[in-house]
């Protein structure tokens, strides 16, 4: 429904946004000033300790002067509980007292329409529950029983029973006024086309609700008892209130957690969901056993920025994430993407947590993979690259995948990416070839330990602490390559003092700019073997030995940079690159003051003493307000991992 614009302007004029945000934010006292309609608190939308977040009463609008976050009630409103515009239009003009416009006559012949199926639904869920408790439903108790299940999820989730019975359920909704057409439609009954009478879809199986994003129940998903009956689960048909291609089950359940936690998991099956909640991990959904659509995808996206699509681990959860990421890859956008997590041993997420509980299904998923790691892993694992023909099929395949992304800074950053992985594989199979086959190289390519190349020097220059950082920083420009295209300059003026390090720097120039209209396949042999062995240094390699994997790709970053196992949001890697450059930059000051100082004699005009004055209260300022940076950057690290393992993070463990 579309609202009017006087309409908008009479909830915003009637309702202040700081009553709106103020149910989400602490607004600091000795900053805010009431009075004039100002109000400043720490942003909902960032981790921060000072306030930077601003909220305006008179104008109707809140800044983030952090974050850059920007909007109105109505947006605050579906960025922090994930409801649609309407709702959120519906939910404020209620706290307003703004009377909204009544629909158009076919409107609420549509709306009428969807109160009837949703109430014929709640009416059968109810049934259902009864069924349950009654004494014909004690094999469906002993089933939830020896799933784990406790009485008070079983009432949480409405779990009920459905008999062998063929009309149980149409006799009760005929006794309660719902009429045959209606439950029909609303996919409870089954009406022959040759005449015969209806009947219930659902007979002989335990039944799930299914709800909408408001709460109220729309289809059912059935899990048959019968071991070789089939389907073993079935859901309830298209209807004009139920759409697989659309919905999850329990989003209205994990909205919520998830806003709050800034993730959200989703599960192959709902009873796999429904494990994990009653586990106490809140932020869960579940797919509805079809393939992933752009809808999903974009209501997803709405609930967290990166979602863990949680897979059992055997070939039918890896073929279901591959169709996953064709689905995905031309909706990518900077800030959301996905992550994989593959559960071992053919193991489900119910078993996971009935052997480990939450903290067991927390570890697994915090190994979850990022989306383009999975996707570069099905294009090069088992890629014929013993020609020059074959290497140029397998790039040309690489870049068709790009050009599917159609946010051009993301596939920029994709391509970056490929290509640097392209010219590590190409060379290493080609080393290989050369070299004769080596013990410990599996058959992708990457060598399971990269010896050390001739002429590389990796020791500290002057200072160890911040060689460990020129590491880190061309680590994460491996890793995110969005992040070096846009500190590329900077990186270019900041000398790097380990000779290694800084050769490996221009290399990486050199693939983004120099030759970026040139095909993998023509260039990489022109980077010699030191550069995939700093590549390895920097970032760690995918080792293989005999087929299995050692070590992930991008271990050593992660254990450099601990926190990024965790997942962390985008703008927190972007400040922890921002202040791994400001180290760098202020040992350079530091420097030059240094030789200043050192130059100083009788000749030395006073000029020249203002200048290394100036130099010295700049070099204290930025190392005062770096210091506070990381401060806050510490903190904001201890939120995500206790968001994501319920632990808490030591600041000291930050950059270590």
């Known amino acids: 429904m579309r609202f009017p614009p006087h309409v908008l302007d009479d909830i915003r004029n009637r309702l202040p946004i700081s009553q709106v945000v103020g149910r989400r934010v602490t607004f600091d006292r000795r900053k805010s000033q009431p009075a004039r309609g100002d109000f400043w608190a720490c942003c909902p939308f ?30 605050f409103v579906t960025e922090t509980e994930g409801l649609g515009f309407g709702e959120a239009v519906e939910r404020l003009a209620s706290e307003a007292g703004v009377a909204l416009p009544k629909a158009d006559p076919r409107e609420r012949e549509r709306e009428a329409v969807r109160v009837d199926l949703s109430g014929a639904c709640e009416i059968a869920a109810k049934f259902f529950e009864q069924r349950l408790r009654a004494p014909e439903g004690r094999p469906a108790r002993d089933y939830l029983i020896r799933r784990g299940l406790t009485e008070k999820t079983v009432a949480e989730f409405r779990i009920g029973w459905a008999s062998d019975e063929r009309d149980a359920l149409k006799r009760h909704l005929v006794q309660n006024g719902v009429a045959e057409e209606v439950a029909v439609t609303a996919g409870l009954l089954i009406k022959p086309e040759d005449g015969r009478s209806s009947y219930d879809r659902f007979r002989g199986r335990v039944m799930i609700p299914i709800h909408d994003e408001r709460g109220r129940v729309v289809a059912f998903g059935g899990r048959t008892l019968d071991p070789d009956g089939q389907p073993k689960y079935l859901n309830s048909p298209e209807t004009p209130i139920f759409h697989k291609g659309t919905m999850l089950f329990n989003v209205h359940r994990a909205r919520e957690a998830a806003h709050k936690s800034g993730s959200i998991v989703v599960t192959e099956g709902y009873l796999d969901a429904i ?8 932020n869960v959904v579940a797919a509805l056993g079809t393939a992933f659509t752009e809808d999903h995808i974009q209501r997803l996206w709405r609930l967290a920025p990166e979602p863990v699509i949680c897979f059992d681990g055997d070939r039918a959860g890896i ?35 009935r052997a480990g509980g939450a903290e067991a299904f927390l570890a697994e998923t915090a190994k979850a993979r990022p989306l383009s790691e999975v996707l570069w892993e099905r294009e090069a694992a088992g890629a014929r690259i013993d020609t020059p023909e074959r290497k140029a099929a397998l790039e040309a395949r690489v870049d068709e995948l790009v050009r599917l992304i159609r946010d051009d800074r993301v596939a920029r950053r994709y391509r970056l990416a490929l290509r640097v992985k392209l010219s590590e594989l190409f060379w290493a199979h080609d080393r290989r070839t050369r070299s004769g086959s080596a013990p410990g190289t599996g058959e992708r390519g990457a060598p399971a330990a990269a010896p050390m190349a001739a002429g590389v020097d990796l020791r500290p220059a002057d200072d160890p602490e911040l060689a460990a950082i020129e590491r880190i920083l061309l680590g994460l420009c491996v890793e995110y390559p969005d992040l070096y295209e846009a500190n590329i300059e900077r990186l270019v003026r900041t000398e790097f003092r380990v000779k290694a390090l800084e050769d490996f720097k221009r290399a990486l120039y050199r693939i983004a700019v120099d030759l970026d209209e040139s095909s993998v396949s023509s260039f990489y042999e022109a980077l010699d073997g030191r550069f995939y062995f700093v590549l390895n240094e920097v970032h760690g390699d995918e080792a293989r030995r005999e087929g299995a994997v050692t070590a992930p790709r991008g ?49 030395t005009d006073e000029e020249q003493a203002t200048r290394i004055f100036e130099l010295a209260r700049e070099l204290t300022r930025r190392r005062e307000e770096l210091a506070r940076r990381e401060a806050e950057l510490a903190e904001a690290a201890k939120a995500i991992r206790a968001a994501t393992t319920g632990g808490r993070a030591s600041a000291a463990a930050l950059w270590h």
């Open 555 to 603: 271990h050593k970053l992660r254990e450099r940079l601990p926190i990024l196992r965790f997942h962390p949001p985008e703008s927190f890697v972007e400040t922890c690159f921002d202040i791994l450059i400001e180290r760098l930059s202020l040992r350079a000051l530091a420097g030059d003051i240094e030789h200043d100082m050192a130059a100083v004699g009788e000749a």
């Open 46 to 75: 960032h981790q921060e300790k000072t306030p930077s977040f601003h909220c305006d009463d008179r104008r109707g609008i809140y800044h983030c002067f952090g974050c850059g976050a920007t909007g109105d009630h109505f947006k």
């Open 275 to 282: 494990a994990v909640h009653q586990a106490g991990i809140r």
């Open 319 to 353: 073929a279901a994430a591959h169709r996953a990421i064709d689905r995905i890859l031309p909706v990518l956008k900077s800030g959301f993407s996905f992550n994989f997590c593959f559960l071992p041993d053919g193991k489900d997420p119910d078993d996971v947590v």
